[in-house]
């Protein structure tokens, strides 16, 4: 299966912030969102960077309050990795794992397309085994599996 399947049920939209936005903004974002990173994007198309609750954390800890008042900028991961629509499932979930990082923007020419989350890749793997299980159950008890 493959991102764009994920894409279809939780939809496309994606939470940016500006890059001159300060850091508390982007954890009034964080909050209001109850979301873990936001895409930090000029035109709220394209990709400049990623802002994380552990980029917040890990800042604040090296050099105290203070940060909360800077861009987000000078927190953000510049070099993002995103994916296409079409990359499969698995491939990101190892790509995640490997990586340490929970989001990956889906970006194709450019654009942005959406944002998936472990948590989203993590549900959506869980669904996919559920129906599997119930099909194998019911070709083993000769009962028919109906979808949820
Ligand atoms: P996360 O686990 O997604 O909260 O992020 C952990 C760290 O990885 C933070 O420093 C993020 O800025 C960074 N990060 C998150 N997503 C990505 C990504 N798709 N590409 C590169 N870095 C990322």
Known sequence: MRISDILRVKGDEVVTVAPDADVSALLAVLAEHRIGAVVVSADGRRVDGIASERDVVRAIALRGAAVLTEPVTAIHTAQVRSVARDALVEDVERLMTERRFR??????????????????????????????????????????????
């Open 103 to 148: 989001h990956v923007p889906v970006v194709e020419d450019g654009v942005l397309h959406g944002v998936v989350s472990i948590g989203d890749v993590v549900k959506f793997r869980i669904d996919e085994l559920e129906s599997e299980r119930r099909s194998l159950a019911g070709y083993i008890t000769g009962e028919r599996a109906y979808p949820a």
